[in-house]
């Protein structure tokens, strides 16, 4: 009974529950949805975000070794060519064919080499040419002319340079009396003038007919023959840059070295970076700079020149060369400690990229402009003339005032560079008038500058990558200044009571800093990669760069 009654029980329950489940189930009917209600976006899938399934690559299979060439031994003396290539074609299982005018006779001693170095060493003594065909048959032709061409990339010009230095003194006798009349002469003269002819298409073809065994000139002494002769051997077409050449075989070998060694050295470059810089010495270094402390006090500049520890500089200049290696700028780390001296004055700091052997000029100038004035005098009047009045002209002369480098490079050995380097620095010192009696006669001013030049013309050699320094200009300048009460000022005996009188002595040294670099790459992935952040990113315009503002628009009609 009490089973059964446990059983009803739970029953019980159960319906219980189900009922109350079912009635919680009662809910409210569902609203419609407004129009305006924000709804979540249905989320899309993007297929390019999706990456592409990565395939295993292939397994490659192991290399292959080569196998060995054969090697053979030749040993013979004074043996007919045609009789010993049979021979060789023979032993060597080669097909060949041999021409019948290939003729003469071979000593080789060959001990185990390959078919080919054989063949080569037999060429050299008798004149050949051979190759193998499509069907690896050796043919051997006679070594007649034939025609090839050259391919030579450079500029198709012609230069000529020409520069002088001439330096003069003389002192002018007055009275009528020539210097020859008073015992002697007091005239001083010192020149260095210099010349390069640079014609690079005349020359190479010159060199071509050398090699060739012919003269440039040797149609002068054989008739049309001779210069038939040369005109049907080198052709050069500057234009193009292309040279044909009819020669041997062997004859196109020494061609082909001698263009490729032309072509390797005439068109390396070299980055000259120059800096001219003045210094106003101070009082405890009016000697001027002194190199050797310089030297001390620098841990990583090394002077390549032994200097001595005195405070002087040869005249007129001294040269020293400074190391690069250490510092990633010498020529700053050595104008910085410059400063110990006085104060500095950077004049000029140009770049200029030259080719080897090829004059460069750089020039950062004013053109000063100044008049030449002469005067024709009028005429008074007269009763029975009438005067004319004066008569001016005037030319406009200019006279160039600023920075002026001439270089020139040469590349050897080990990449060392030697320069014929001119750096000229002028400027105007004062304006003196012109003493032509006709000038002050008439009432007419005329004011002519002053030039003073400081230049250095010098032959130098340095390593690329270091630096050359030329300095020891030194030049005395004296300043005054006056003021004073305008009447008192000028009256004898009291002047200096109501005036001021300032002078001031200055001594300057002029230090230029000459840099070679060898450029065999001119890329900026190569050796110029230290400028490329001075220059627009590729593929973009230079306006995104530059502030540069469009030029207007014409509105009329012309």
């Not at 003396?77 to 097909?95: H, K, M, S, Y």
């Not at 054989?118 to 069907?135: A, G, L, M, S, T």
């Not at 104008?335 to 052997?357: C, H, Q, T, Y």
């Not at 270091?466 to 200009?473: D, N």
Request: proline residues 7%; charged residues 15%.
């Amino acid at each position: 009974m009490i089973n059964l009654f446990n059983m009803i029980s739970r029953q019980l329950v159960l319906i219980v529950s189900l009922v109350t489940l079912t009635a919680c189930q009662t809910s409210l009917p569902e609203r419609p949805t407004s129009g305006r209600h924000i709804e979540a976006p249905a989320r899309t899938i993007d297929s390019s975000s999706i990456p592409e399934v990565v395939r295993p690559a292939p397994v490659l299979p192991p290399p292959t070794a080569r196998s060995a060439p054969e090697l053979y031994t030749v040993i013979v003396q004074d043996t007919p060519v045609r009789e010993l290539l049979f021979v060789i074609a023979r032993d060597t299982a080669t097909n060949i064919d041999v021409h019948p005018n290939v003729t003469g006779n071979v000593s080789i001693n060959a001990v185990d080499q390959t078919l080919p170095q054989i063949i080569e060493r037999i060429n050299r003594q008798v004149d050949f040419r051979w190759h193998f065909d499509q069907d690896a048959t050796l043919v051997i032709e006679p070594d007649t002319p034939f025609l090839r061409t050259y391919r030579l990339d450079y500029v198709n010009v012609s230069r000529e340079a020409n520069t002088g230095l001439n330096i003069a003194t003389s002192i002018v006798q007055v009275g009528g009396t020539s210097s020859q009349q008073s015992g002697g002469s007091n005239n001083s003269t010192a020149s260095i003038s210099q010349s390069s002819s640079n014609n690079f298409w005349t020359t190479i073809e010159a060199n071509i007919l050398s090699l060739l065994g012919e003269s440039a000139n040797s149609g002068s002494g054989e008739g049309e023959d001779g210069s038939s002769s040369i005109s049907t051997s080198v052709t050069v077409n500057p234009e193009s840059g292309l040279i044909s050449v009819n020669a041997s075989a062997r004859q196109h070998r020494d061609i082909a070295a001698f263009i490729e060694s032309v072509s390797s050295r005439s068109l390396t470059q070299v980055l000259i970076e120059a800096t001219v810089v003045e210094v106003s010495l101070n009082d405890d270094n009016q000697s001027g700079v002194d190199w050797a402390a310089i030297s001390r006090d620098s841990g990583q500049i090394d002077f390549i020149q032994s200097l001595t520890g005195i405070n002087m500089s040869d005249p007129p200049a001294s040269m020293l060369t400074i190391d690069r290696t250490g510092t990633p700028d010498a020529i700053a780390a050595t104008i910085r400690m410059l400063s110990e001296f006085g104060d500095l004055r950077v004049l000029s700091s140009p770049k200029i990229m030259a080719l080897n052997n090829q004059a460069a000029m750089l020039r950062v100038v004013d053109n000063r402009v100044y008049f030449s004035i002469e005067v024709e005098p009028g005429t008074p009047a007269t009763a029975t003339t009438p005067g004319t009045a004066a008569l001016y002209t005037s030319q406009v002369q200019t006279v160039p005032v600023g920075f002026v480098m001439s270089v020139t490079p040469q590349i050897g050995d080990n990449d060392q560079v030697t320069l014929n380097v001119r750096p000229t620095i002028s400027r105007i010192v004062r304006f003196v008038n012109d003493p032509n009696p006709a000038l002050a006669e008439a009432g007419v001013t005329n004011a002519v500058p002053e030039i003073q030049i400081r230049e250095i013309e010098s032959i130098l050699k340095v390593f690329s990558g270091q630096v050359a320094v030329l300095g020891g200009l030194m030049q005395d300048s004296l300043e005054s200044n006056s003021a004073g009460l305008p009447v008192a000022s000028r009256l004898p005996g009291i002047r200096n009571l109501f005036s001021y009188r300032r002078e001031q002595a200055s001594k300057t040294e002029l230090i230029v800093f000459i840099r070679p670099v060898v450029i065999r790459q001119p890329s900026l992935d190569a050796e110029l990669q230290e400028y490329r952040q001075f220059l627009p990113t590729s593929g973009l315009p230079i306006s995104n760069h530059f502030d540069i503002q469009p030029l207007p628009q014409a509105t009329g009609q012309r």
